[in-house]
Each structure stands twice: as structure tokens, then as C-alpha cells.
């Protein structure tokens, strides 16, 4: 490990650029057999109208109504009707109309009669001569006499000929561009101008800022001034308002009747913690833990405010067994009136109320996405056959590194495999060899650039990204030939992957989820949802990275339950870059051989020297002694703020790579840029042109527009990245910035992430002291309060 890198950037050792991580991106595009008819239900009658559009052209010159019928009009009358026409047109006819007026009405008789004789013993000279092929026909006829006449004589092959003609040359049309769509606000559009004019009145009443008025007229819905004057703390319902900010709002509209007792007002800020403590990743709260959060927040009775949201509906309670993890826990209860309901019982019903339980509050939807998921995971887990003989088909392709993983998923509908970046070659055999058993597989990963990587592993492994054996059961023709890999996003949206059937299910027999540590419970309960029965599923990841940035610990809950297969893969990542980071996946911050400066520590004093030496790394010293290209090389600090945050890096290494005046909004062609259309969800993209329409942005080779309300918002620079935005990515360089005031928010996971952002090189500039070192050996991750491995226990028992 060197600790100096000026050694290193005096020495002039270009090496070859690497390919970089976006380049060769397959988008949902690329996948072959998955354009035109992907979408076409053959129940609609959709298909064949897509068809004919696709190829009017050609289907018109080979058989349509509008072609056949000039065609078999030709040649049915021999030429008749062409001979007619050439006739009327010159020759004798033309002599005896100029004459005419001069012949009697008996000798023109004689005339008419003699040119029809000689009509007639022309045509049986014609037919006992030679045939001139085209001379007489013209049109389609003509073009197909020449067309047999030139198969005859060899000058053209068969299948050029009656192959159809080419078609026309179409414009291709362009992808639209995908464009962030704004909140629905649940208002009718002739309405909806009205509303937000109504809910800004009522701001501007309180003395909120008026600009807040479409956003809170799109969250609380119809009629949402009346809402406000009747409840001022609804306002907590939009993002980004604190409770003092709603107080004050309250106390402008309510006078001396607003006060902290207020019913009101303890509901919402009860509502308003559990949507807080959702954005940290919990999906339920303890009571004791919600009691004091309450407290802290000036609600003067926290138990009555909690009744009075579960009363309400606005939130639900739950008990969990804490001595049995087996058994089935009680019930939720939604009010207390229920739980006073449930209390009475027979002596069996008492001592199950006397039993150890944890109380939980939780919001309904991340109640209900938890119990959803549950569900599906014990459905594919008991839907698979287990004595159908089937895993035994298996056994021939169970070889290498993989052939644990691969009996396990051939006896499991479930099975968890863990493991770092090298060990994502074992998933890609898998899927290799569920192929060559012909069935139909997806996988999917978080991030484009995980999806671009796993499928370069694919290709190696043998693999193709259609299925490219016949399946035990064929699938109907409108069935399109699977895509086997996504992105998470993509797949739930539809936008890729290999469809749904007229059930909504997936049409996959495995489906294989890598980086499964991001999944958060909504994503990974639609993704079990959507599972048909039979089907087998495999969570992929490595347990040391951050968690998912939505609510949830999916992946770590279903590890801690062990209700199925755990595969641990014994692949270790290569070179120092991987020495290092596996020690820290341990608690162990170890010196590693770096003999080709694969791992460089560069110690600081302070945040501006901090910036100083990150931009003269990404700018210089990497790029001249190592061979990685600035493009190539990412930065990642713990935060967005501070001295030497994400903003401050980000200006500085703009002047320094990209100087120019920002005008759009900040940004100029050829900005690197990170667009979170969702939170907690970053694609890495460039800056093309702005217009009107928005800012215009390539990401992950998809052209997207941003519409200026919105850039703001969703688009920053990406120079440099948080660990949490730049996880389910790899770069072959990276430059980790650990700053002096950085030091509260390094933690195991936090440095495990990034640094193994790094594939070929990694710099660590270091002013942090010893803080880096104890982060490794003793901070794990925050954890979070969840309820799935109780409910996923209760369905399924735990394996040995």
C-alpha cells in the first residue's frame, strides 16, 4: 500500500485506457427478439395490426388485396388486355379512322371485317413463333415473365427473386426520450389549476410559501384547502415540512385555538416520525421508541396521539412474539377497541397474551408490503414439486465453483447466495446451465452497469442473453424469446425483461436478483408477487455493502431467518484492491502489497487540501501513471455538505475537467451528471443540450429530459458520489475523500462500499486519522426494525 502518490505521478507509465463502465451497456433495445412483437397479445388481435404496419410495404407487393389483383388480372387475360390497348393506340386502326368520311357505310363494314381477320391470323402466327416474353405485357406481368425468364437462363438464383421485393427504406424513429412524469394529484385536470389556486390562497393565509401549493395540492388530493383549514398540520404530509414549520402554519390559521395538546397535531407528527424513520430504513417503530421521538417533539401525551393515529387508521400496531420465532404471531390491531376485543379469551387466549411480545406502529403500506412479501416467498418456497424428479435433470450441468449453487436451486424455489464481485461469475453459470435445460430464465441487477457486467460474465460463461435451447414445454408463438438480463427497475416497470403473461406473472422459470442487498421490501415484494407458482428464485449479493436506500433489510432478514439454502461462495476477489477490501468485510483494515500502486493512501491536513489533491488525482496523477482516463475514475465522499462534501468537489473538478458558465440551470454540455428520477435510486449520465422541453441528459446510453421544475431536484453533478449513490456500480478507478469533519459518518459498511467501488485502482485520501481504522473494526451497520423475519418464520420453519 503506498501512502505517497507524487513518486507515482512523476513516473510516466501510460497504460491502455479500460472500456468505460457505461460503454457497451446493452439497453432494452439491444435484446434481439424483443422489438415489435414484444407487446402483442394475439387475444387482442394487436399482433397482426403491429405486423402489418411493420411490413406494409412488403406484404403489399406479395399479396395483399391491393397488390393481387393487377397481377392475376394480367395474367389471366394472356396478354389480351395489353395487346387491346397496344393496338387502339397505333396501326392500321389510325388509317382507317382517317378515312372514314370518305367510305361508304358498306365498305367500311368490309374494312372492319378485314382488320379483324388479320387481327386474328396474326395472333396464330404469335402463338406457332417464338415467344417474345414482355413484349406485349406490361406492369406486374411483364416483371414476372423477365423474373422466370432470368431463373431459366441462371442469371439470377431463385430465392433472390421470389423472396419479395425489398421494402421501401424506413426512417428508423428514434427512442423517445423517458421523461420523468409528475405526481398525479388525484384532481381532475379542469380541477386541478382551481385546487392549487385554493391550497394556495390557504398558504399564503398561513404564511407557508406559496410555491409549496401544487405539491400539496398533488399529495393531499381533492378538496386539500379544506383540508388545511380544517387540520393546518396536513401540511407535515408534504415533503421537506418539519413539524415547527407546520406549528406555525397552524398558528396563523388557528389562532389561540392552536396549541401542543392539539389531536391534531399529535397525530400528524406521529405520522410524520413513522415517514421519517421509513426514509432511514425501518418499516415499523417500537412503541417505547415512538413514545420518545413523540416526547422530544413537544407532544404532551404521546400514547393518546399513537391512539389517536391508530384510531384513525393513519397507522397500524402489531405484537411479535419475542420466546417462539416459529410460531405465528398475533394478529395486527388497528385500534384499541380491537386490541380491548382481542384481550378477552378463553385461559389458551390469555396465556398467549401473556407471552413476551414486541409492539410495533408501522405505516399500512410497508405493513402490507412486508406481509406481501412473506407471502410470495412461502408460496415459491411450497409451490416448487419436490418429488417430481426434476432436480435429477440438474445434476450433469452441477460443475465447477457453481455446482453448490446449482443443486441447491435445483431442490429449492428459494436460495440466498452471498459473495463478492468475483463470485457473480457462479450466478452467471447458473444461468448458463438453466438454459442448456431449456428453461426460461432473467436476471436482474440494481444498477445499468451491474446489469452490463453481468452480462459480460454471460458471454463468457457460454451464455446469450436469449434462451437458445427449446424449452421442455413450448411457449405460445406470441410468447417473445426471454431477455435474460434487466435491471430491477426495468423489470417491475415492464420496460424489460421477458414480459408477463395474461396473469401478470413473469414469463421466467428463474429468476436470479443480483446486488440483492438494495432491494427494499416494496421492490423485492413485487418482484415475489410476480413469481408464477413453480417458479424458483435466487438472491444474489454480498452481505458487507450498504443497504438498500428504501425501508427494509430484505436480504440481511432472510440470511438472519434461514428458512432456505445459504450458498456462500468461496471466490475471493482479485488483486490488492480485493485483498483490501475483504479484510474490511471482517473489521480488518490490513496493509496489502500494492506493487503496482493498485492501492495509494494520501494523507491530509485539512478539507481544502483535501480537494486539492482529489482534483490533481482525477486530473493527473492517475491518468499519467496508472493509464485510467479522468472519464474513467469516480469520486466518493461520505457526504453531500462540509468543506469537502460532494457540491465542493464537484465545482472544483467542473472548473478543472468541464469549466464553463453552468447556464443551464448549472450544468453544460458535457457535465457528468447523477439523475435520481426516484429517491434513493442514482443513474449516472452526461449533460447533452438543454431546450424548452428540459435538460437534456444520455444516461446508461437512454436519452432523458428533465423538465426544468424538476432539474433542480433531481440532477446533480457526478464527479463525485456518495457510497450510497455509487453502490451496484464499479469504475477501474476510484478516489475515496475521507475529510477531518467526515469522521461521524464513516461506519464498516460505509468504507466496505467504497472502496470496493474500485476495480483496478484505488486512492484513499486520508484526514481522518484513526477514525477510519475503529469505523472498520467496530461500527457495523445502523440497524433497522423490521418485521419480516417474524412473519417469514411463521409461514416457513426455519431449515437446520
Known amino acids: 500500500m503506498t501512502t505517497e502518490p507524487s513518486a507515482a505521478a512523476e513516473k510516466d507509465e501510460p497504460g491502455t485506457p479500460d472500456a468505460g463502465p457505461e460503454s457497451g451497456m446493452p439497453g432494452a433495445g439491444d435484446q434481439p427478439g424483443t422489438e415489435g412483437r414484444g407487446g402483442a397479445s394475439p387475444d387482442t388481435g394487436e399482433g397482426g395490426a403491429a405486423d402489418a404496419a411493420e411490413g406494409s410495404p412488403a406484404d403489399t407487393a406479395e399479396g395483399s388485396p391491393g397488390g393481387a389483383g393487377p397481377l392475376d388480372g ?90 419479395g421485393p425489398e421494402p421501401t427504406p424506413r426512417r428508423v424513429a428514434q427512442e423517445p426520450a423517458r421523461r420523468p412524469q409528475p405526481v398525479s394529484s388525484g384532481v381532475p385536470a379542469s380541477m386541478a389549476s382551481e385546487s392549487v389556486e385554493a391550497v394556495r390562497t390557504v398558504l399564503a393565509r398561513g404564511g407557508a410559501p406559496e410555491a409549496l401549493a401544487p405539491q400539496t395540492a398533488a399529495t393531499l388530493g381533492e378538496g386539500a384547502d379544506g383540508q388545511l383549514r380544517e387540520d393546518p398540520w396536513q401540511l407535515l404530509r408534504v415533503a421537506g415540512v418539519r413539524p415547527e414549520q407546520a406549528d406555525g402554519f397552524a398558528r396563523a390559521l388557528l389562532g389561540a385555538e392552536c396549541g401542543p395538546d392539539d389531536e391534531r397535531r399529535g397525530r400528524a407528527v406521529t405520522v410524520w416520525l413513522l415517514e421519517q424513520a421509513a426514509l432511514v430504513g425501518h418499516t415499523a417503530l417500537e412503541a417505547a421508541a415512538l413514545h420518545a421521538a413523540l416526547a422530544q417533539r413537544s407532544v404532551p401525551d404521546p400514547d393518546a396521539a399513537v391512539q389517536s393515529a391508530l384510531a384513525e387508521g393513519d397507522a397500524l400496531v402489531f405484537q411479535d412474539a419475542l420466546d417462539e420465532p416459529g410460531s405465528t404471531p398475533p394478529a395486527p390491531r388497528r385500534s384499541e377497541e380491537d386490541a380491548q376485543d382481542g384481550a378477552a379469551g378463553e385461559d389458551g387466549e390469555e396465556a398467549e397474551e401473556a407471552r413476551p411480545v414486541r409492539v410495533l406502529i408501522g405505516l399500512e403500506r410497508y405493513a402490507l408490503a412486508e406481509e406481501s412479501l412473506a407471502d410470495g416467498l412461502a408460496r415459491v418456497v411450497n409451490s416448487l414439486p419436490k418429488e417430481d424428479g426434476a432436480a435429477a435433470a440438474w445434476e450433469p450441468v452441477a460443475t465447477g465453483s457453481a455446482a453448490g449453487l446449482i443443486r441447491a436451486v435445483a431442490g429449492h424455489g428459494l436460495v440466498l447466495h452471498t459473495g463478492g464481485e468475483a463470485s457473480r461469475a457462479e450466478p452467471a453459470s447458473l444461468v448458463a446451465a438453466a438454459l442448456s435445460l431449456g428453461l426460461r430464465v432473467c436476471a436482474a441487477a440494481h444498477h445499468p452497469d451491474g446489469r452490463r457486467r453481468f452480462a459480460a460474465l454471460l458471454a463468457g460463461a457460454g451464455a446469450r442473453e436469449t434462451r437458445d435451447a427449446a424449452p421442455a414445454t413450448e411457449p405460445s408463438p406470441a410468447e417473445p424469446s426471454p431477455t435474460v438480463v434487466a435491471t430491477v427497475a426495468g423489470l417491475l416497470s415492464g420496460e424489460e425483461g421477458p414480459g408477463r403473461d395474461r396473469d401478470g406473472m413473469l414469463r421466467t422459470d428463474l429468476l436470479v436478483v443480483l446486488d440483492a442487498p438494495q432491494l427494499d421490501v416494496e421492490s423485492a415484494a413485487m418482484l415475489a408477487e410476480s413469481l408464477p407458482d413453480g417458479s424458483r428464485l435466487v438472491l444474489s449479493g454480498d452481505p458487507g455493502v450498504l443497504w438498500s436506500a428504501g425501508p427494509g433489510r430484505v436480504f440481511a432478514d432472510l440470511l438472519a431467518a434461514r428458512v432456505c439454502p445459504q450458498i456462500a461462495s468461496r471466490t475471493p476477489d482479485p488483486g490488492p484492491v480485493g485483498e483490501l477490501v475483504s479484510g474490511i468485510g471482517i473489521g480488518e483494515l490490513n496493509q496489502v502489497e500494492a506493487p503496482g500502486k493498485e492501492v495509494v493512501i494520501i494523507p491530509v491536513r485539512d478539507a481544502g487540501e483535501a480537494v486539492h489533491r482529489t482534483v490533481q488525482l482525477v486530473a493527473d496523477s492517475v491518468p499519467r501513471a496508472i493509464g485510467i482516463p479522468a472519464e474513467q475514475t469516480q469520486v ?54 438543454a431546450d424548452a422541453a428540459g435538460l437534456h441528459l444520455e444516461c446508461a446510453g437512454v436519452p432523458v429530459v428533465v ?79 423490521t418485521r419480516l423475519p417474524t412473519l417469514i418464520t411463521a409461514q416457513i420453519p426455519p431449515s437446520a
Do not use: C, M
Open 707 to 785: 423538465p426544468k421544475e424538476r432539474v433542480e431536484q433531481t440532477v446533480r453533478h457526478g464527479w463525485a458520489l456518495t457510497a450510497h449513490q455509487a453502490v451496484g456500480v464499479r469504475w477501474p478507478a476510484a478516489v475515496v475523500v475521507l475529510p477531518g469533519d467526515a469522521a461521524q459518518a464513516l461506519s464498516r459498511p460505509w468504507v466496505y462500499t467504497a472502496f470496493g467501488r474500485a476495480d483496478r485502482h484505488l486512492s484513499v485520501v486520508h484526514g481522518v486519522d484513526q477514525a477510519l481504522p475503529r469505523a472498520v473494526a467496530e461500527i457495523p451497520a445502523k440497524p433497522r426494525t
Open 74 to 163: 394480367d395474367a389471366g387475360a394472356d396478354g389480351g388486355a395489353a395487346d387491346s390497348t397496344a393496338e387502339g393506340t397505333g396501326g392500321p386502326g389510325e388509317g382507317a379512322a382517317e378515312g372514314a368520311v370518305q367510305l361508304s357505310e358498306a365498305e367500311a363494314e368490309l374494312a372492319a371485317q378485314r382488320e379483324l381477320r388479320e387481327r386474328i391470323e396474326r395472333r396464330k402466327a404469335e402463338k406457332e413463333g417464338p415467344v417474345l416474353a414482355g413484349t406485349a405485357l406490361s406492369g406486374k406481368a411483364a416483371d414476372l415473365l423477365a423474373a422466370v425468364r432470368a431463373v431459366e437462363s441462371g442469371e439470377k438464383p431463385s430465392a433472390s427473386v421470389f423472396s
Open 636 to 689: 466518493i465522499t461520505p457526504g453531500h455538505g462540509g468543506a469537502a462534501g460532494t457540491r465542493v468537489l464537484n465545482a472544483a473538478l467542473k472548473e478543472r475537467l468541464n469549466p464553463g458558465p453552468g447556464r443551464f440551470g448549472g450544468f453544460d454540455p458535457g457535465d457528468r451528471v447523477a439523475y435520481s428520477a426516484t429517491p434513493g435510486r442514482a443513474v449516472l449520465g452526461q449533460v447533452v443540450t
